[in-house]
């Protein structure tokens, strides 16, 4: 869906606002809620493909990694973690973390629009993964998302640094695919660490060179996305959730 609504600016805006709205009512289902939220990362990275010619060069890599990634983790003796019980919220709460998402992912795409970012889906993906159901939550997935980004950054350009050939990047990407997996139970697999690093690579490995350049536009992209999503759940909506809240719980108590 990204990747066909992006060529039309003005409709790829509201679309994404639908989008993320929808994601945020999602988190209230027991099952869904546990991918609803890495939607929003699959529809942005939609958003980046500005040209069937880079999807046929990247989509190769990207099966192999991801395709590598899931079977490693069916190998019989690493055991994964059991799914962790969805915390219930009230009805008000899904809809405001969906207002909350739809707006902030929806205003940074405007901004990328705006200021022409070679990646239309890094801002807006910065924006959705930090906007939580209260502000110490969003603070605290802001901090985790801009650690992530830096230091997932930092690696990848590591290995650009070591090598630029084909087979070498595509094997760092793959090892950072399986590490993803294996510490996804811990704190620092719980941040997208290495999911950024294997992003970058794969973005940068038609054209290595310039791969210190795109980890440096993650960075900057991402800050932009997680700034905008910090700054709307804290001002004006925890004013606007309050009175959302009060209104609907006098009306489901009049039911």
């Known amino acids: 869906m990204g990747g066909n609504v992006v060529f039309n600016p003005v409709l790829s805006v509201v679309f994404t606002f639908f ?79 969906g207002i909350r998402m739809g707006v902030g992912t929806s205003v940074a795409l405007l901004v990328s629009n705006l200021f022409g970012f070679d990646k239309l889906g890094w801002a807006p993906s910065g924006a959705g993964l930090v906007i939580g159901y209260d502000t110490e939550t ?6 985790s998302r801009f650690v992530a980004t830096l230091v997932g950054a930092v690696l990848a350009t590591l290995c650009f640094f070591i090598s630029i050939n084909f087979q070498f990047l595509l094997l760092m990407s793959l090892l950072f695919t399986v590490l993803n997996g294996l510490f996804k139970a811990t704190k620092v697999g719980s941040m997208p660490l290495f999911y950024t690093a294997t992003i970058l690579i794969l973005f940068s490995i038609s054209s290595p060179l310039n791969g210190p350049a795109v980890a440096a536009e993650r960075i900057l992209y991402n800050v932009i996305g997680i700034t905008i999503g910090l700054l709307l759940v804290l001002y004006p909506f925890p004013a606007l959730a309050k009175r959302f809240k009060e209104r609907l719980d006098a009306a489901q108590t009049k039911v």
């Open 138 to 143: 969003s603070k605290r997935l802001a901090w």
């Open 19 to 97: 989008v993320a709205f929808n994601i945020g009512l999602l988190s209230g289902f027991n099952i869904m809620g546990m991918l609803a939220i890495h939607f929003i990362s699959i529809y942005t990275a939609g958003l980046n493909v500005s040209s069937p010619d880079k999807v046929h060069t990247n989509f190769l890599a990207f099966v192999l990694c991801f395709g590598w990634g899931a079977i490693v983790s069916l190998v019989f003796n690493w055991k994964g973690q059991p799914p962790k019980e969805t915390t219930q919220h009230k009805t008000a709460d899904y809809f405001m973390a």
